[in-house]
């Protein structure tokens, strides 16, 4: 079974810096496409970063550009994102969820095209 847990979420003030993992086990592979995504109440689930197997391919929503960094460290099947300069509009359940498909970068930002999911973890941002 696998399995996609996130951890590290809370509450910090704008401006502040927080570093979200996201533990894989299970019937994983490290050649898996992994994202972050992100969900605000009554809003849509929305790409925030992805990474490739390797590490050497990485993309980001404009709205994160210059303040998050996604990152993996595949020999603890662990997926990171590192949120600095955090603002109130970051505000949000962020997922973790990985694609198994090798697809050309352009597709990952597609959230229908991921294959498994965490439960979420709650970021919240106060002014």
């Known amino acids: 079974q696998v399995q996609l847990v996130e951890s590290g979420g809370g509450l910090v003030q704008a401006g502040g810096s927080l570093r979200l993992s996201c533990a894989a086990s299970?019937?994983?592979?490290?050649?898996?496409?992994m994202g972050w995504f992100r969900q605000a109440p009554g809003k849509e689930r929305e790409f925030v970063a992805s990474i490739n197997w390797s590490g050497t391919r990485t993309a980001y929503a404009d709205s994160v550009k210059g303040r998050f960094t996604i990152s993996r460290d595949n020999a603890k099947n662990t997926l990171f994102l590192q949120m600095n300069s955090l603002k109130p509009e970051d505000t949000a359940v962020y997922y973790c969820a990985a694609d198994t498909t090798d697809r050309n970068p352009h597709l990952h930002r597609i959230p229908s095209l991921y294959d498994y999911w965490g439960q979420g973890t709650q970021v919240t941002v106060s002014s």
């Open positions: 299970g019937r994983t592979s490290n050649t898996w496409t």
